[in-house]
């Protein structure tokens, strides 16, 4: 149970002190029961996937427990599982051997695991959804807020573009909420219980957040149809789909019982490693960092969905504390109020030139068109010579923030019309997964006019001028399953790496024929791949 300080009265407490004692009453109360409570959505909802609603939650809870660090959330982590993990299917048990052979792994994330895990919990009870889930952004992202596949999926759940936007979640210049703790879990909770109001099932709901509601559904119709078992083991699904599922069945039985599989958990406290400071507008970074005594790059660290200079103007209007910052969230967001509207960010005046368009004023001035089209009340993109505009700037060079885009290493390449990723990759010479990594997007992008895209650095044909150092602490690695055609000059024009190197992290012989579904280690580069 969590650990009241002796200062607070009792008949005085918060009210979110009140939810987290509820939380964790519920958990204990519910401890041995078999059920898999869900929100009851209506029938229309799934016959609209495109103007998705769910049940509407209670106002967010910001919770700060006060408890020892040692105190562990594994223990209410467990009392939440609703799960059979199935610990007796070959594949779960696969899952499960490589993680005694790689008894390191889940402490590895454990710094990650004490920032984010207790919060997504907490969200997860407070909807009575099954405490596996929790362990999924480990299967997903191993709880790396700028981890990005190939397919175009990002942040730690892993959405992508299209059901990130069908589930509310922002992304925009200036903010990419899939990287947000609090907007990416909620989107990605109000999807499983979409998927779970559908299937009814929480495997079949788990492998379609996974692979898509539209293939498990016509997997399981097509083993009815043919009077065979339509339990997700039995189904007929994609090879990554196969293993994700067990995967986590197989998390969840090591946390259920590690010392039966000779796993040590790492040390994750019940309470949420960060804190949501709720602020009144925009905010250039550099003022905050000023007026809160901390420096930008700590705050981008906190703040891994910022992707610009300053805050959205648009929202969502807060900011990630950690836990144990000196000052409340309360008193930082009073503090930032105090600051004078025209000082929490800079305006200049621009004249319209001829041959501007709104787009390359943007562009010049470190914003964005919408921007533009908010701040100075205009109906459309036109404007005319002559007109006078307003343009929010930095408070000192933009180069300078240490912005997720600004630690990539690459050049500055600006799209024309009829370019395509495959157009800039052949013409710089560099692979089309390399390319979507640095810039963040997916294979089934569009390319507008006008939009910057960084060109990796190997590429043989420079872009432009500008080119920033990429911190070395950066660097992740990914596992690749080989298809069929690759070869080890195919899969490292891809990423961008060399086939000496590929040689050297697989202990390959570089004259052997690569073998179709032969996992291969690959390190890159966070912010160079995602």
């Given at each position: 149970?969590?650990?009241?300080?002796?200062?607070?009265?009792?008949?005085?407490?918060?009210?979110?002190?009140?939810?987290?004692?509820?939380?964790?009453?519920?958990?204990?109360?519910?401890?041995?029961?078999?059920?898999?409570?869900?929100?009851?959505?209506?029938?229309?909802?799934?016959d609209a996937p495109s103007a998705v609603h769910v049940p509407q939650q209670p106002p967010r809870l910001t919770y700060q427990l006060d408890v020892a660090p040692q105190t562990s959330l594994w223990p209410l982590l467990r009392a939440g599982f609703q799960l059979d993990h199935r610990v007796d299917e070959k594949r779960v048990q696969q899952e499960i051997a490589w993680l005694k052979r790689h008894p390191d792994y889940l402490k590895r994330i454990g710094k990650r695991a004490e920032r984010y895990l207790a919060y997504m919990h907490i969200e997860?009870?407070?909807?009575?959804?099954?405490?596996?889930?929790?362990?999924?952004?480990?299967?997903?992202?191993?709880?790396?807020?700028?981890?990005?596949?190939?397919?175009?999926?990002?942040?730690?759940?892993?959405?992508?573009?299209?059901?990130?936007?069908?589930?509310?979640?922002?992304?925009?210049?200036?903010?990419?909420?899939?990287?947000?703790?609090?907007?990416?879990?909620?989107?990605?909770?109000?999807?499983?219980?979409?998927?779970?109001?559908?299937?009814?099932?929480?495997?079949?709901?788990?492998?379609?957040?996974?692979?898509?509601?539209?293939?498990?559904?016509?997997?399981?119709?097509?083993?009815?149809?043919?009077?065979?078992?339509?339990?997700?083991?039995?189904?007929?699904?994609?090879?990554?789909?196969?293993?994700?599922?067990?995967?986590?069945?197989?998390?969840?039985?090591?946390?259920?019982?590690?010392?039966r599989y000779g796993i040590e958990l790492p040390q994750v406290g019940r309470a949420p490693g960060f804190q949501v400071v709720e602020l009144d507008g925009q905010y250039d970074i550099a003022v905050i960092a000023r007026e809160i005594g901390v420096d930008p790059e700590t705050l981008y660290r906190w703040n891994p969905a910022l992707n610009q200079w300053a805050t959205p103007p648009g929202g969502p209007h807060r900011l990630l504390i950690p836990s144990e910052f000196a000052q409340e969230p309360t008193t930082v967001a009073a503090q930032l109020?105090?600051?004078?509207?025209?000082?929490?960010?800079?305006?200049?005046?621009?004249?319209?030139?001829?041959?501007?368009?709104?787009?390359?004023?943007?562009?010049?001035?470190?914003?964005?068109?919408?921007?533009?089209?908010?701040?100075?009340?205009?109906?459309?993109?036109?404007?005319?010579?002559?007109?006078?505009?307003?343009?929010?700037?930095?408070?000192?060079?933009?180069?300078?923030?240490?912005?997720?885009?600004?630690?990539?290493?690459?050049?500055?390449?600006?799209?024309?019309?009829?370019?395509?990723?495959?157009?800039?990759?052949?013409?710089?010479?560099?692979?089309?997964?390399?390319?979507?990594?640095?810039?963040?997007?997916?294979?089934?992008?569009?390319?507008?006019?006008?939009?910057?895209?960084?060109?990796?650095?190997?590429?043989?044909?420079?872009?432009?001028?500008?080119?920033?150092?990429?911190?070395?602490?950066?660097?992740?690695?990914?596992?690749?399953?080989?298809?069929?055609?690759?070869?080890?000059?195919?899969?490292?024009?891809?990423?961008?790496?060399?086939?000496?190197?590929?040689?050297?992290?697989?202990?390959?012989?570089?004259?052997?024929?690569?073998?179709?579904?032969?996992?291969?280690?690959?390190?890159?580069?966070?912010?160079?791949?995602?």
């Amino acid at each position: 149970m969590p650990v009241l300080s002796a200062s607070w009265p009792s008949t005085a407490l918060k009210r979110w002190q009140w939810a987290a004692l509820a939380v964790t009453c519920a958990l204990a109360t519910n401890a041995c029961t078999t059920s898999q409570p869900t929100a009851h959505l209506t029938t229309a909802l799934m016959d609209a996937p495109s103007a998705v609603h769910v049940p509407q939650q209670p106002p967010r809870l910001t919770y700060q427990l006060d408890v020892a660090p040692q105190t562990s959330l594994w223990p209410l982590l467990r009392a939440g599982f609703q799960l059979d993990h199935r610990v007796d299917e070959k594949r779960v048990q696969q899952e499960i051997a490589w993680l005694k052979r790689h008894p390191d792994y889940l402490k590895r994330i454990g710094k990650r695991a004490e920032r984010y895990l207790a919060y997504m919990h907490i969200e997860i009870s407070k909807r009575g959804l099954p405490s596996e889930l929790a362990l999924l952004p480990i299967v997903e992202s191993a709880l790396d807020p700028y981890a990005f596949s190939p397919g175009g999926a990002a942040g730690l759940w892993q959405f992508i573009p299209a059901t990130a936007k069908r589930f509310g979640v922002t992304m925009n210049w200036w903010f990419e909420g899939r990287r947000d703790p609090v907007q990416a879990t909620d989107g990605a909770l109000n999807y499983l219980q979409v998927l779970h109001n559908r299937f009814d099932d929480w495997p079949h709901a788990l492998a379609s957040y996974n692979t898509g509601e539209g293939r498990v559904a016509r997997s399981i119709r097509r083993a009815r149809a043919a009077g065979k078992p339509t339990d997700f083991f039995n189904l007929k699904l994609p090879r990554e789909t196969a293993a994700y599922v067990p995967r986590l069945l197989a998390y969840a039985a090591v946390v259920a019982d590690p010392a039966r599989y000779g796993i040590e958990l790492p040390q994750v406290g019940r309470a949420p490693g960060f804190q949501v400071v709720e602020l009144d507008g925009q905010y250039d970074i550099a003022v905050i960092a000023r007026e809160i005594g901390v420096d930008p790059e700590t705050l981008y660290r906190w703040n891994p969905a910022l992707n610009q200079w300053a805050t959205p103007p648009g929202g969502p209007h807060r900011l990630l504390i950690p836990s144990e910052f000196a000052q409340e969230p309360t008193t930082v967001a009073a503090q930032l109020a105090q600051v004078p509207v025209k000082e929490r960010v800079q305006f200049a005046r621009y004249v319209v030139k001829p041959g501007d368009a709104l787009s390359t004023i943007a562009r010049r001035n470190d914003t964005d068109t919408a921007t533009l089209v908010r701040v100075n009340h205009l109906r459309s993109n036109r404007i005319k010579i002559g007109q006078a505009l307003l343009i929010p700037k930095a408070s000192m060079d933009a180069n300078a923030y240490p912005t997720p885009l600004n630690q990539r290493q690459g050049d500055t390449y600006i799209v024309a019309s009829g370019d395509s990723l495959w157009t800039i990759s052949r013409r710089f010479d560099v692979g089309m997964t390399a390319l979507m990594k640095l810039n963040e997007v997916g294979p089934k992008s569009t390319l507008r006019v006008g939009q910057e895209m960084l060109i990796p650095a190997s590429a043989k044909t420079t872009a432009s001028s500008r080119a920033v150092a990429l911190p070395p602490q950066t660097n992740r690695t990914l596992r690749y399953a080989v298809r069929r055609g690759d070869s080890l000059h195919r899969i490292a024009n891809k990423f961008g790496v060399t086939v000496a190197q590929i040689s050297r992290w697989n202990s390959l012989d570089a004259s052997r024929l690569l073998q179709p579904g032969q996992m291969l280690k690959l390190t890159v580069n966070a912010t160079s791949a995602r």
